[in-house]
């Protein structure tokens, strides 16, 4: 593990309350737990922001002209289209 920083946090009573109540049935301590739900949290973020950057970059007619090709083989059962 890298170097820890320290933060003084404030939680509302109630959220530090249902914290400690799931960390312990997680089995986990509380800084644990915050520490992970603060990575989980930048790691979706970061997550979203190269998902739109990826996006920015995609080119719609060609998607289009993908979409529009036709198989050559029947659907599997299942996959039909009413």
Same mark, same amino acid.
């Given at each position: ?13 109630? =959220? ?13 301590? *509380? ?14 973020? #970061?997550?979203?922001? *190269? *998902? #739109?950057? #990826?996006?920015? @970059? ?7 002209? =993908? ?8 659907? @599997? ?6």
């Amino acid at each position: 593990m890298s170097k820890a920083a320290n933060y003084p946090l404030r939680l509302s009573r109630s =959220i530090m309350q249902a914290a400690k109540e799931t960390a312990e049935l997680e089995g986990v301590s *509380l800084n644990q737990f915050i520490a992970t739900a603060v990575a989980e949290k930048l790691s979706a973020l #970061r997550a979203e922001d *190269l *998902l #739109r950057d #990826r996006a920015r @970059r995609g080119d719609w007619s060609k998607a289009a002209r =993908i979409l529009d090709r036709t198989g050559t083989q029947p659907p @599997r059962p299942g996959d039909e289209v009413d």
